[in-house]
Structure formats: C-alpha cells, structure tokens
Nanobody
Framework: QVQVVESGGGLVQPGGSLRLSCEAS???????????VGWSRQVPGKQRELVAS???????YYEDSVKGRFTIFRDNAKKTVYVQMNSLKSEDAAVYYC??????????WGKGTTVTISA
C-alpha cells in the first residue's frame, strides 16, 4: 500500500508561482523510480482533471492549459515528485492531488493540497 502526501499549497497572487511536493512511501529509491507519478486537480463540484505526469523514463505529459507554465519533475532519491507552477491564473485554483501509478497498476492518491489564487 503506497501512501502519498502532498504539500506546498497555499495562496498566491495571479502571475505568481508555487511549487507543490508529493512524497510517496515507496520501499526504496529503485521502487519509486519505477512509478509513473503525476498531479491532478479538482474544483469543488467539478470533475477531476489530469494536470501533469511523468513516467519512469522521464516522459512528461501536460494538460494544454498549463503547458509552458507548469513543470513536473521528480527526485527519485527523495521519492518525491514536484510540480513547479508559474504564471498562475485564477483558473488554476483547485485542490491538487498527487497520484502514484505503482508497478501493480493501481493508482494511489494523496489527500490533496489547496491552491488559492487571489490578488
């Protein structure tokens, strides 16, 4: 059972930046490095959407609206995945959830961290 813990959410001004972190309870660096990991977000009452993901090989995916502004990266030694969010917009406000796609094919989700955009 993989435990996933997000952190780094908070309030930021439009145009500002924020970095979210997600630490996974993988047994080792090697195990964690085998996972596809990523971030989704959800506005209350709306469907959760995938924002960004990164595979074991380092291949990345970004939702169109965040391309050029968000960067997902991972530190396997720390068993952590990050998303650097720049040029934040009001529509980026959401609860951000980290997930880990483990080698068994199961997605494990964190509890979420809230990003609020306010002038």
């Amino acid at each position: 059972q993989v435990q996933v813990v997000e952190s780094g959410g908070g309030l930021v001004q439009p145009g500002g930046s924020l970095r979210l972190s997600c630490e996974a309870s993988a047994a080792s660096e090697i195990v964690f490095s085998s996972y596809t990991v990523g971030w989704s977000r959800q506005v209350p009452g709306k469907q959760r959407e995938l924002v960004a993901s990164i595979t074991s090989a380092g291949n990345t995916y970004y939702e169109d609206s965040v391309k050029g502004r968000f960067t997902i990266f991972r530190d396997n030694a720390k068993k952590t995945v990050y998303v650097q969010m720049n040029s934040l917009k009001s529509e980026d406000a959401a609860v951000y959830y980290c997930y880990v796609n483990a080698i068994n094919g199961i997605n494990y989700w964190g509890k979420g961290t809230t990003v609020t955009i306010s002038a």
